[in-house]
T-cell receptor, first 115, second 115 residues
Framework: GAGVSQSPRYKVAKRGQDVALRCDPI?????LFWYQQALGQGPEFLTY????????KSGLPSDRFFAERPEGSVSTLKIQRTQQEDSAVYLC?????????????FGQGTRLTVV | AQSVTQLDSQVPVFEEAPVELRCNYS??????LFWYVQYPNQGLQLLLK??????LVKGINGFEAEFNKSQTSFHLRNPSVHISDTAEYFC?????????????FGSGTRLLVRP
């Protein structure tokens, strides 16, 4: 596709359930990012990949959050034992380069609701 | 740590009127500055960015922003808005250097254009 694709668009999880969110970046984009956007807030950085290497995971809120990009393309954000505070929109972005000067293209996001 | 302040959570304006959306950032170190727009049920789209050079930056849909280093501001302006500009607008900053890939977002300003 032409843009960043995320699936599912909506996910309802029971508290304690594990979830997996998928991101298909733009083909050829080296860099991939995950952001978390709580209701009424701006996106907050979670993690950054350059190809398959996870270079920065400083924004992951707890060890229940895990991200991977094993072949340097598709990425999965996994949340174990979901809690209500995990409810948010999870945004994926990709870019050709790994600096702020390179435009990041965002997907539509996955809205996670933990009940 | 870097932070971004968007003081106005919502700005109502009539169609064809001018508008200014305010953005201030905390650190005076060299930065990249961005404005993103988020239409309902869509991903973030880059409106414009300041990397270096001229402090007045022009973007899409008639929007422009001016970088003011002394005031650490990057306010977004449009001389004549349309109903279709109704959306959420996010200001973002990244520091020069090794972590320039990391965008720090403000909490957003909802622009509501009325006929």
């Amino acid at each position: 596709g032409a843009g960043v694709s995320q699936s599912p668009r909506y996910k309802v999880a029971k508290r304690g359930q594990d979830v997996a969110l998928r991101c298909d970046p733009i083909s050829g984009h080296v860099s991939l990012f995950w952001y978390q956007q709580a209701l009424g807030q701006g996106p907050e950085f979670l993690t950054y990949f350059q190809n398959e290497a996870q270079l920065d995971k400083s924004g992951l809120p707890s060890d229940r959050f895990f991200a991977e990009r094993p072949e340097g393309s598709v990425s999965t954000l996994k949340i174990q034992r979901t809690q209500q505070e995990d409810s948010a929109v999870y945004l994926c972005a990709s870019s050709l380069g790994g600096t702020g000067a390179t435009e990041a293209f965002f997907g539509q996001g996955t809205r996670l609701t933990v009940v | 740590a870097q932070s971004v302040t968007q003081l106005d959570s919502q700005v109502p304006v009539f169609e064809e009127a001018p508008v200014e959306l305010r953005c201030n950032y905390s650190s005076s170190v060299s930065v990249y500055l961005f404005w993103y727009v988020q239409y309902p049920n869509q991903g973030l789209q880059l409106l414009l960015k300041y990397l270096s050079g001229s402090t007045l930056v022009k973007g899409i849909n008639g929007f422009e922003a001016e970088f003011n280093k002394s005031q650490t501001s990057f306010h977004l302006r449009n001389p004549s808005v349309h109903i279709s500009d109704t959306a959420e607008y996010f200001c973002a900053v990244s520091d020069w250097g090794d972590s320039s890939y990391k965008l720090i977002f403000g909490s957003g300003t909802r622009l509501l254009v009325r006929p």
